[in-house]
């Protein structure tokens, strides 16, 4: 994560837009997370490069800051959309099972 922050802030230096940012949060957030997992996060770091994902964004973020703006929008909003239907899910399930054991 630290690593992956000091791309962050390189990209941040270097005027990305603040969604592009976003996007790159996202993936040093997740490596993070899920980086704390025994095995899982080894795995991750393996499969998932997220240093090298957001370099490639950074340098596509320079080249081309509209585009990579666009596509990062459609990335940050499904990653939110993904997580309010696993969280609405997780709390129906909650209910049901307060249901059936009440």
């Known amino acids: 994560a630290a690593v992956g922050s000091y791309i962050l802030f390189a990209a941040a230096r270097l005027g990305v837009p603040k969604v592009v940012l976003a996007r790159?949060?996202?993936n040093v957030?997740?490596?993070?997370?899920?980086?704390?997992?025994p095995f899982v996060g080894d795995f991750l770091d393996v499969a998932y490069k997220t240093n090298a994902k957001n370099a490639a964004l950074l340098e596509?973020?320079?080249?081309?800051?509209?585009?990579?703006?666009r596509s990062s929008w459609l990335t940050v909003v499904g990653v939110v959309v993904a997580v309010l239907a696993i969280a609405a899910a997780g709390i129906a399930a909650t209910v049901a099972v307060a249901k059936l054991v009440w």
């Open 24 to 26: 790159m949060l996202l």
């Open 60 to 69: 596509k973020a320079v080249a081309d800051p509209k585009r990579t703006g």
């Open 29 to 37: 957030g997740t490596d993070a997370a899920v980086g704390a997992v």
